[in-house]
């Protein structure tokens, strides 16, 4: 089975869309910390990369915790995410029921193996217990048709494989404890996949952890990772870079997603390219933090999550750079049908916002909402370019929302320079570049 297919395949699973939450535990969208709680996490990131060196470092928004700030709640697989300043992680509320955040637990192996080949990783893949690295680059698609457990996949530096399809949607799979990853943990530090897609039905604990993704799936317009089960759990994207022509993510019906540190530039071809408009970075899940990434690309939202009838839907997006000077869709929570449950708790806070959009050319408007979200708080926030505080208002949801608090609006300015983890256009994408990597009419600042 060819990991995502056709677009009508992922179309048809973005009836899975959405998920989770975040926030802050007070209006202003900051969780304080008390003396006694906060644990001084220094001055390195998740990566190990100097605090300085964070995308947003060149501005912090209104009432938001500086790179450098003190973590309390450290996330196992990213500690520069604190988990004290999830709100659904910390307590009941008016977005509804606590539900803690969990980290994926690691793969526990018990045998090391090199592997050069497609059919060796296939064969050994499935043996549980397996820490394998990948010794010579791999022109297709490999997939490890069964349930596949406590695997530790090493893809080093100056590897790379086509694609890789983890478990089989039917008949069911189950596979718990994988990890897919450079040499090193928690840094960015591997070689290059096409696309992973997680596809066993039932899937639990997955890690996605300093790889580079070209999100190409045999028809150059791929997703550059797909979770495609039917039940997910405890799943960490981190430390990533993904370069997509088309959307470069979606994620089925999965609670504790994380998504923390990347670097993802989506819709680097043009709609006539490509042959369909889809550019989102990430889009779905049920239970989502989205944390310190910086994602770049057009039409159809930097996030989007879209509710299902879930009581616990959590949204949490922050401290992220998002950047869309082509149609300004940077945030969106929205029913895709009539009679939707609402989506229950969604924050998006502490963001530094690059969007600009000219609508006189036929472009979409800007989009910064949450208008299916009974509780949302989109606050304390830095906006370059067309978002503005009446604009936030009129988009505003009937529920208990602040769009206003802490929020800043600036003239469009240019994006800072890519951090350490650097810009993900650097790698290749393996056809021509295209002339115009936008529609002519939606022209950028």
Avoid: K
Wanted: aromatic share 6%; charged share 20%; net charge negative.
């Amino acid at each position: 089975m060819r990991a995502q297919g056709t677009r009508a395949r992922a179309i048809a699973l973005s009836v899975w869309l959405i998920a989770c939450d975040g926030g802050t535990i007070d209006d202003a969208g900051v969780a304080p910390l008390t003396d006694a709680a906060a644990r001084d996490a220094g001055d390195r990131d998740a990566g190990g990369r100097d605090a300085g060196d964070r995308d947003a470092a060149i501005v912090t928004p209104t009432g938001c915790p500086a790179p450098d700030a003190p973590v309390a709640e450290p996330y196992a697989l990213y500690p520069a995410l604190d988990l004290a300043r999830v709100p659904f992680h910390v307590a009941d509320g008016p977005w509804g029921a606590r539900r803690a955040i969990e980290a994926p637990a690691v793969p526990v192996t018990t045998r090391r193996v090199s592997v050069a080949t497609a059919a060796e990783l296939e064969r050994e893949g499935l043996v549980p217990g397996s820490e394998i690295t990948v010794t010579a680059s791999i022109d297709r698609t490999v997939t490890l048709l069964g349930d596949v457990t406590d695997l530790d996949l090493i893809v080093p530096t100056g590897v790379r494989v086509g694609g890789l399809n983890l478990g089989r949607a039917s008949p069911p799979s189950t596979s718990r404890r994988v990890r897919v990853r450079g040499t090193t943990p928690g840094a960015h530090s591997g070689g290059v996949i096409g696309q992973v897609v997680f596809f066993s039905a039932d899937f639990e604990d997955a890690i996605l952890d300093g790889v580079d993704l070209d999100a190409r799936d045999g028809d150059r317009h791929g997703l550059a990772w797909y979770i495609a089960t039917q039940r997910g759990a405890r799943f960490a994207i981190v430390n990533n870079r993904a370069h997509a022509a088309a959307a470069a993510s979606l994620h089925g019906p999965v609670t504790d997603l994380v998504i923390a540190g990347n670097h993802v530039v989506s819709g680097a071809r043009s709609r006539a390219s490509n042959g369909y408009p889809e550019g989102w970075s990430l889009r779905g899940g049920r239970r989502l933090v989205v944390f310190g990434n910086r994602l770049e690309g057009n039409r159809y939202h930097r996030v989007r999550v879209h509710p299902e009838d879930d009581p616990t839907e959590y949204a949490w997006i922050a401290d992220n750079v998002l950047v869309d000077p082509y149609e300004a869709r940077i945030v969106w929570a929205a029913a895709l049908s009539d009679g939707a449950s609402p989506w229950d708790g969604f924050w998006a806070v502490c963001n530094v916002v690059y969007a600009h959009s000219d609508t006189t050319r036929g472009c979409l408007g800007w989009s910064f909402e949450a208008p299916a979200a009974s509780y949302a708080r989109l606050t304390n926030n830095v906006f370059y370019g067309v978002v503005d505080e009446a604009g936030l208002r009129a988009r505003a949801g009937s529920g208990d929302q602040d769009v206003t608090t802490g929020n800043t609006y600036h003239p469009w300015e240019d994006p800072p320079p890519w951090g350490a983890l650097g810009d993900p256009r650097d790698i290749a994408l393996g056809d021509p570049p295209d002339p115009h990597p936008q529609d002519p009419m939606c022209p950028g600042p």
